[in-house]
C-alpha cells in the first residue's frame, strides 16, 4: 500500500510541475477564477463550450502541487464530456476526496490517484478548487468564486 501510496504522489507530482492544457485558451466563450485563501492556490479556467459539450479546456494559476495536479487531471478527463458527464465526474471525484464510500474509483480512471487527499481534510478545498471554478464556468459565472 505504501508502494501504492508513492506512485499516486509521483503521478501528483509529475501534473504539478508539467501541467497539462495549461495556457489561455483564445477562444474560449466560458471562464471563471477560482480562489482558495485556505491554501492560496488561486487558478482561471478556460472553457469552449459547444452546446452541451466541452470542446476544449485549458487553465492558468497557481498553488500547490495538489490544487495544480487537480486541475491538470481535470483539464484531461473533461475534454469532450458534456456538463451532465462533467457533473458525474465531479460527484464522483467529491466522495473519493471527502472519503464518502469509495468514490468509484474504477469510474474515475487516473483521478483515483486524488484518494490520499481524504486523510488530509484542508487539502480537500485544494483537491476541488479547479472543480468549483469548472462548474462556475460552466454555468456561465464570469465573477470571482472563492471556496470559502
Ligand atoms: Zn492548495
Not at 51 to 57: E, L, M, S
Not at 86 to 96: A, D, G, N, S, T
Request: charged residues 30%.
Amino acid at each position: 500500500m505504501s508502494d501504492l501510496r508513492e506512485l499516486y504522489q509521483d503521478v501528483i507530482l509529475e501534473h504539478s510541475k508539467a501541467p497539462r492544457n495549461y495556457r489561455e485558451l483564445q477562444n474560449a466563450n466560458h471562464k471563471a477564477e477560482g480562489f482558495n485563501p485556505l491554501c492560496g492556490d488561486h487558478f482561471t479556467i478556460y472553457l469552449d463550450l459547444e452546446g452541451d459539450k466541452v470542446q476544449d479546456v485549458s487553465f492558468q494559476g497557481s498553488g500547490c502541487a495538489i490544487s495544480k495536479a487537480s486541475a491538470s487531471m481535470m483539464t484531461q478527463s473533461v475534454k469532450g464530456k458534456s456538463k451532465e458527464e462533467v457533473e458525474r465526474i465531479f460527484e464522483r471525484f467529491h466522495k473519493l476526496v471527502t472519503g464518502e464510500g469509495n468514490g468509484d474509483r474504477e469510474a474515475l480512471g487516473k483521478l483515483a490517484v486524488f484518494a490520499g487527499v481524504s486523510e488530509f481534510p484542508v487539502r480537500v478545498k485544494c483537491a476541488t478548487l479547479a472543480w468549483h471554478t469548472l462548474q462556475a464556468a460552466l454555468d456561465g459565472k464570469q465573477e470571482k468564486i472563492t471556496t470559502e
